[in-house]
T-cell receptor, first 110, second 113 residues
Framework: EDKVVQSPLSLVVHEGDTVTLNCSYE??????LLWYKQEKKAPTFLFML????IEKKSGRLSSILDKKELFSILNITATQTGDSAIYLC??????????FGTGTLLAVQP | GAGVSQSPRYKVAKRGQDVALRCDPI?????LFWYQQALGQGPEFLTY????????KSGLPSDRFFAERPEGSVSTLKIQRTQQEDSAVYLC???????????FGPGTRLTVL
């Protein structure tokens, strides 16, 4: 059965800290891995990764995929209170649907 | 440009009532997806349309759930005879081809009393 596991489930840090969120997966015919940020509204798209070892970067956020070890990490440097959210990892496989992990709840304290 | 919109944002229903949830995808997006997100969980796939064709409905939890997209644009998710276990956030997403990035709407939070 296809599954996506995220860790940690929750994390509390202080502004300025660097955090690393983890996502491991077992999905038939892997096609892509996506990261979303979810506040009290629509999950907003962060990154889509399809190739191993190529880092994607947007401002203070970056992500990389390891297709051999079946995992991805999302890094956030110099965290701000506005980074507080649930971060969702999702994987696309043989079909069009996305399989999501349960998410990591990040709280950034001032 | 405009993103995915959903209405209503909140819906309270008494057990046994029928509800209809609407999704307006991004203009020009061929594919539309419905997901259900229970509290503290990640979204779970319900169904998928390509244009007006419903290509995958394997995630619909029972025959009380029905989705349509008659003109290949707006979609409606209908839940008949709602039960308390149907309480969740219902998310709609659209993508240009179905194989690329899915963009999500804000969701409809359904509470069944």
């Amino acid at each position: 059965e296809d599954k996506v596991v995220q860790s940690p489930l929750s994390l509390v840090v202080h502004e300025g800290d660097t955090v690393t969120l983890n996502c491991s997966y077992e999905v038939t015919n892997f096609r892509s891995l996506l990261w979303y940020k979810q506040e009290k509204k629509a999950p907003t798209f962060l990154f889509m990764l399809t190739s191993s070892g190529i880092e994607k970067k947007s401002g203070r956020l970056s992500s990389i995929l390891d297709k051999k070890e079946l995992f991805s990490i999302l890094n956030i440097t110099a965290t701000q209170t506005g980074d507080s959210a649930i971060y969702l990892c999702a994987v696309g496989g043989a079909t069009n649907k996305l399989i999501f992990g349960t998410g990591t709840l990040l709280a950034v304290q001032p | 440009g405009a993103g995915v919109s959903q209405s209503p944002r909140y819906k309270v229903a008494k057990r046994g009532q029928d509800v209809a949830l609407r999704c307006d995808p991004i203009s020009g997006h061929v594919s539309l997806f419905w997901y259900q997100q229970a509290l503290g969980q990640g979204p779970e796939f319900l169904t998928y349309f390509q244009n007006e064709a419903q290509l995958d409905k394997s995630g619909l939890p029972s025959d009380r759930f029905f989705a349509e997209r008659p003109e290949g644009s707006v979609s409606t998710l209908k839940i008949q005879r709602t039960q308390q276990e149907d309480s969740a956030v219902y998310l709609c997403a659209s993508s240009f081809t179905g194989w690329d990035t899915q963009y999500f709407g804000p969701g409809t939070r359904l509470t069944v009393l």
